[in-house]
């Protein structure tokens, strides 16, 4: 018998639209310039990354100037937490606790170099916790780096009040926006931040390019050393085709992101109905999230093995960030909103998107209740 297949890890990566595919299609095959070339051919791949580099910059209320093309967030978040801090002047670094890992590990590394790194923590709900926020600022402070939305819980952070609690303290302040592009508004200046991650694979744009948005204020120290292209900042011929996509992927979400909005969140009402139902804890759910994205456990259920208890059945959900699926420790991020952690492993994330229906929700909830009643069944034969 066929198993249909249901794609429910849209926050690990997305399907490239065709229309992105289109619009990167004549750079893949016929335009073959090097941006950095003065002829023509050189010149028209110029005007592409120009052009992609406004729509990029618009979908985030920010100038062309202050994007930087990098290879995808990992680089972006790496180019701002060490390009950032290596001004810090002996000052510490604050993140957040429910960081990713690509914010997380160049801070710790970071500390190899002499640079305190403080942990800011959340309360149950995965928020910052702003006298937290105000103690490790006690500390002389040269960046604050809290993500915009979690690729966990999807859980929301007030960026704009961080912001300005930091900037009174005269630090500089970076946010992780990757998830939060195509699913909620940004506004690079209304958020009060000096940098801003960003990647295309998230909203239906091709793999291998990002980018980070920073004031041109800020003194940002390259990571990549070369031929000096992006200003300096980050050296290497441009991925031109794929920053074509990254553009174009950005200019259909000003007209789509609403329109999808409203009709995602109906689904994953309906599937955290259903999982309440089922006896599911859903975690983060008293404060605002992303619409698509729902992270819940049964209690005494291992995660992982529901996640390959429910691939066999056809349906793609993940047991967290997929940039750390082979680890089996429990989710970071909710052990610091205290999650015990033999709960913590049990953790599932289901992240949605317009090309899911509410007829894969109500299969998905009868095929996860099936496994429950299976796996529960084995835990009372066990016993």
Known sequence: MQINKAYFDHNATTALDPRVLEAMIPY???????????????????????????????????????????????????????????????????????????????????????????????????????????????????????????????????????????????????????????????????????????????????????????????????????GGQERGLRSGTENLAAIVGFGAACELLKYERLEHAASIKSLRDALEIGLRNLGARIFGVAAERLPNTSFFAFEGIDGETLVMAMDRKGYAVASGSACSSDSTEPSHVLLAMGIQPDMARGAIRVSLSSTNSMEEIESFLTALANEISRFKQLTAIAV
């Open 28 to 226: 893949l095959s016929r335009q073959n310039g090097n941006p950095a070339s003065r002829h023509w051919f050189g010149r028209m791949s110029r005007q592409a990354i120009d052009h992609a580099r406004e729509q990029v910059a618009n979908a985030v209320e920010a100038h062309p100037s202050q994007i930087v093309f990098t290879s995808g967030g990992t680089e972006s978040n790496n180019l701002a937490i060490r390009g950032i801090s290596t001004l810090g002047n002996g000052q510490a670094i604050a993140v957040s606790a429910i960081e990713h890992p690509c914010v997380m590990n160049p801070a710790k590394g970071l500390q190899k170099h002499g640079i305190k790194v403080n942990t800011i923590d959340v309360d149950e709900n995965g928020k910052v916790i702003v006298d937290s926020l105000l103690e490790k600022l006690k500390t002389p402070t040269g960046l604050v780096s809290v993500i915009l939305a979690n690729n966990e819980t999807g859980v929301i952070q007030n960026i704009d009040s961080i912001a300005q609690i930091a900037r009174d303290h005269h630090a500089l302040v970076h946010t992780d926006a990757v998830q939060a592009l195509g699913k909620i508004d940004i506004d690079f200046n209304a958020l009060h931040v000096h940098a801003m991650t960003l990647s295309s694979h998230k909203i239906n744009g091709p793999h291998g390019v990002g980018a980070l948005v920073i004031d041109k204020r800020v003194d940002l120290i390259a990571q990549m050393l070369g």
